[in-house]
């Protein structure tokens, strides 16, 4: 029985998944040729003008409604919420220079407000990390990801047709 350490376990080489997240222009540096040798990946042979760029595709991506609508919601969470933080984060401090017998002032035993409310400013950070993250996957990711599968579908499309013009 063959022992293995898990770090590739089910996952195959780079490149062999076509992804979108794959990097096709960094593919090949740095990996070794066998020999322990790196490889130096050969520059691409000259092709026709394709039809359309990748910039071209990009861009109409980006004046897409489905586009614009996942960056309307990241927009309609983001700005509120540094809004709010960072009123509760200057509130903080202009507390704590302007009006120290406030926070000095003890809630329990040793514990004073100005303890509290910096643990809370700890608690706060989370609290809005956990929400963004929870807004990101319930409202955002999956229409980013279908528009990043859209655009890798329109590409390679367009490689199809630049192989059969060959």
């Not at 579908?153 to 192989?163: A, H, V």
Request: hydrophobic letters at 45%.
């Amino acid at each position: 029985m063959e022992k293995h350490d898990g770090r590739d376990a089910g996952r195959s080489r780079p490149g062999d998944l076509k992804d979108p997240w794959y990097d096709e222009l960094a593919s090949g540096w740095g990996e070794l040729d066998g020999t322990g040798a790196p490889t130096v990946p050969a520059a691409p042979a000259p092709t026709a003008a394709p039809e359309r760029s990748a910039a071209d595709i990009y861009l109409e991506v980006q004046a897409s409604a489905a586009f614009q609508e996942v960056r309307r919601r990241y927009r309609r969470f983001v700005v509120p919420a540094v809004i709010a933080f960072f009123t509760w984060y200057v509130a903080y401090v202009v507390t704590a220079t302007t009006a120290p017998d406030l926070m000095a002032r003890p809630v329990h035993g040793a514990v004073n407000v100005a303890m509290v409310a910096g643990l809370a400013q700890f608690a706060t950070t989370f609290l809005l990390t956990w929400a963004y993250a929870r807004h990101a996957r319930l409202r955002r990711d999956k229409a980013a990801l279908d528009l990043r599968w859209a655009v890798f579908e329109q590409k390679r499309e367009q490689e199809l047709r630049q192989g059969a013009e060959r």
